[in-house]
């Protein structure tokens, strides 16, 4: 069965999660509500460097918790895109309106 590691960090003005595995139905567990809990109060970064697999159940609790990020005034950012992520966020149609960046320093 995949696995999904997180680690958490603390930045000046967002929290840091990194993603190591795969984000799936089966991985996502947990971590969905620390996420939809996390984007209502600060801005977040998701580093997706080392994701190996992002399914469409992925995709969707993501889409979802950008969203809502939105909602609350503030920002979900995608940094640092593995091969795999970016070829399942780019199938959505919408990479474009995705916070992409390349390293914290881009947070605002």
């Keep these: 069965m995949d696995q999904l590691n997180i680690v958490k960090k603390d930045g000046a003005n967002y929290e840091l999660y990194e993603l190591n595995g795969a984000l799936n139905a089966y991985t996502m567990g947990e971590f969905q509500d620390t996420l939809y809990e996390a984007v209502l109060q600060k801005n977040i970064v998701l580093d997706m460097s080392k994701l190996i697999e992002l399914d469409a159940s992925g995709l969707g609790f993501l889409m979802a ?35 992409l960046i390349n390293a914290v320093t881009e947070v605002k």
């Design 65 to 99: 918790a950008f969203n809502d990020s939105e909602d609350a005034g503030n920002k979900l950012y995608f940094m640092s895109l593995s091969n795999e992520a970016d070829k399942a966020i780019t199938s959505t149609g919408f990479k474009y309106l995705f916070n």
